[in-house]
């Protein structure tokens, strides 16, 4: 099971809106709407910041959405605050035996 | 406040086994399923295990499969991985995650406790 595909980094100024892709399969993304986006930190643990697909736990700011069109899941993030900057990942059930499938990760970089 | 706190990581030689515990606390143990996720240095985060509420299904990444055992006490909502044929590869952190209630995605995630194999 391959991981989804992610740009390696994404850039932007303080409030602009930026949109990270995840790209996966029909077996993963394409198949199920259990894609979900996590943020996380230099050296702590990843966050919940989107599930479902389009679903912000509580907590999150509504300036995290997520989105899916075929087999190609979108996180945006709205207003780019200088917290934002860390890595994100996507991630999916999958048909596959491995269950779970995390994306290769982007680097946000706030300018 | 759901917290969850993993502890045992360490030092091994390839070959040797560790034990990793994770105390869970701020929500029902037993209603949940659980999971162990990591990560290699550097590198992207992969599913390891998951566990249901009772401990009656076990899943693994095939290539910890024959090696790794997940376990669960949920008298003292802990959890648990045994790890034994260390490789080299395996050499990661590892976070204890919680299962979401009515998805399937990681929802809690404790700090992590870092494996490193190696002679």
């Known amino acids: 099971q391959s991981a989804l595909t992610q740009p390696a980094s994404v850039s932007g100024s303080p409030g602009q809106s930026i949109t990270i892709s995840c790209t996966g399969t029909s077996s993963d993304v394409g198949a199920f709407n259990y894609v979900s986006w996590y943020q996380q930190h230099p050296g702590k643990a990843p966050k919940l910041m989107i599930y479902?697909?389009?679903t912000r736990p509580s907590g999150v700011s509504n300036r995290f959405s997520g989105s899916k069109s075929g087999n190609t899941a979108s996180l945006t993030i709205s207003g780019l605050q200088a917290e934002d900057e860390a890595d994100y990942y996507c991630s999916s059930y999958t048909t596959s035996r491995t269950l779970y499938v995390f994306g290769t990760g982007t680097k946000v970089t706030v300018l | 406040e759901v917290q969850l706190a993993e502890s045992g990581g360490g030092l091994v030689q390839p070959g040797g086994s560790l034990r990793l515990s994770c105390a869970a606390s701020g929500f029902t143990f037993s209603s949940y399923w659980m999971s162990w996720v990591r990560q290699a240095p550097g590198k992207g985060l992969e599913w390891v295990a998951n566990?249901?509420?009772?401990?009656?299904?076990?899943y693994y990444v095939d290539s910890v499969k024959g090696r790794f055992t997940i376990s669960r006490d949920n008298a003292k909502s802990s959890l648990f991985l045994q790890m034994n044929s260390l490789r080299v590869e395996d050499t990661a952190v590892f976070y204890c995650?919680?299962?979401?209630?009515?998805?399937?995605?990681?929802?809690?995630w404790g700090q992590g406790a870092l494996v490193t194999v190696s002679s």
């Open positions: 566990i249901k509420e009772d401990g009656s299904e076990k």
């Open positions: 995650a919680r299962l979401h209630s009515t998805s399937i995605v990681f929802d809690y």
């Open positions: 479902d697909v389009n």
